[in-house]
């Protein structure tokens, strides 16, 4: 059962280091890969939730203090829950500057596009000569 416990604990640090690594990259980073930490954060996630599993199929409900230690758990899952709303919200923050910075880029072609339409380069200007 210890080791259950352990690798429990293991899993549960691991992707709250994961999370934390990835809500720096979007403080940090202009273009964080986004897919790329999504399948870190899934294999992570999958990793503790088997953890969880196999430590709740184990679980003996006549072991004394177990509300004690369910508390424990149920905090720092919590607390997992809540960085990964956090992340959420990062994401959605960075999904929304660049839909801005798409939109900002598409306007300024588009002004280059009509400067460049009204300025004809020399060498297609016709010169007539009469004579």
Do not use: C, W
């Amino acid at each position: 059962m210890i080791q259950v416990l352990q690798q429990l604990e293991q899993s549960i640090e691991t992707y709250q280091k994961v999370q934390a690594k990835h809500l720096n990259a979007l403080d940090t980073e202009a273009m964080p890969d986004l897919s790329r930490q999504n399948f870190e954060r899934s294999l992570a996630f999958s990793d503790m939730k088997n953890n969880l599993d196999l430590f709740l199929n184990r679980l003996n409900p006549a072991e004394p203090g177990l509300k004690e230690f369910a508390a424990i758990y149920r905090d720092r899952l919590a607390q997992v829950m809540d960085h990964d709303q956090a992340l959420k919200n990062k994401i959605i923050e960075h999904r929304d500057r660049l839909k801005q910075t798409m939109a900002k880029v598409n306007r300024e072609k588009t002004a280059v596009q009509g400067y460049s339409k009204s300025v004809r380069p020399e060498s297609s200007r016709s010169v007539r000569i009469s004579g």
